[in-house]
């Protein structure tokens, strides 16, 4: 059975940083994306980030870029999602997702984690 698990959510103020990680379990293929995306009250869910855990490539949003960074470790099959200079508007709740064939720049996913929450106060 495939799991992902986000970690590493909170409350922040403004300005600040949080990082949150992901944890991959059951999945042993190894062409394979994990990506971030959050969805915020009363919004759509909006893609961030994914890496491939084959070649490391990643991609962001115009809305993250410059401010969070994606990273991988292979060999505890974590991803983590670095952010700072956080604004009030990254308020939501991030989920991780694995995508079974990694495709940079499409958000399609196969699987999901449960969610953890962000809240930024201004």
């Known amino acids: 059975e495939v799991q992902l698990v986000e970690s590493g959510g909170g409350l922040v103020q403004a300005g600040g940083s949080l990082r949150l990680s992901c944890t991959v379990s059951?999945?042993?293929?190894?062409?394979?994306?994990i990506g971030w995306f959050r969805q915020a009250p009363g919004k759509e869910r909006e893609g961030i980030s994914p890496?491939?855990?084959?070649?490391?490539?990643?991609y962001y949003a115009d809305s993250v870029k410059g401010r969070f960074a994606i990273s991988r470790d292979n060999g505890k099959k974590m991803v983590y999602l670095q952010m700072n200079s956080l604004k009030a508007e990254d308020t939501g709740v991030y989920y991780c997702?694995?995508?079974?064939?990694?495709?940079?720049?499409?958000?399609?996913?196969?699987?999901w984690g449960q969610g953890t929450q962000v809240t930024v106060s201004s």
């Open positions: 997702a694995l995508q079974a064939v990694a495709i940079m720049g499409l958000w399609e996913y196969d699987y």
């Open positions: 059951g999945f042993n293929y190894r062409d394979y994306a």
């Open positions: 890496i491939s855990f084959y070649d490391g490539s990643t």
